[in-house]
Nanobody
């Protein structure tokens, strides 16, 4: 059974950078697009960005475009989220997930989710 585990969350000052990682088990990682989502306290889970199975195509939410970069290493079954110029509003638990559906931004289009890693950005 495929599992994903996020890591790298931390407390960081506004303007700083952080890199999140997502380790996936199994042999089919390279078959699927992957996504990053986040959930702030009291808010719904929201789309951050996604990457195609090959890594060639990426898509970002407007709120992070130009600041966050998604990448993957299929040889290592790994997904990454480089977060730069962090803002207090980026504070949330970040999740990686495997995409099985037609869209990139809807949570029902993702089936395998990790437990999340917490990012806190202080002002």
């Amino acid at each position: 059974q495929v599992q994903v585990v996020e890591s790298g969350g931390d407390l960081v000052q506004a303007g700083g950078s952080l890199r999140l990682s997502c380790a996936a088990s199994g042999r089919t990682f390279s078959y699927y697009g992957m996504g990053w989502f986040r959930q702030a306290p009291g808010k719904e889970r929201e789309f951050v960005g996604s990457i195609s199975n090959s890594g060639v195509s990426t898509l970002y939410a407007d709120s992070v475009k130009g600041r966050f970069i998604i990448s993957r290493d299929n040889a290592k079954n790994a997904l990454y989220l480089q977060m730069n110029s962090l803002k207090p509003e980026d504070t949330a638990v970040y999740y990686c997930a495997r995409r099985i559906g037609a869209t990139n931004y809807r949570t029902p289009d993702y089936d395998v989710w990790g437990q999340g890693t917490r990012v806190t950005v202080s002002s």
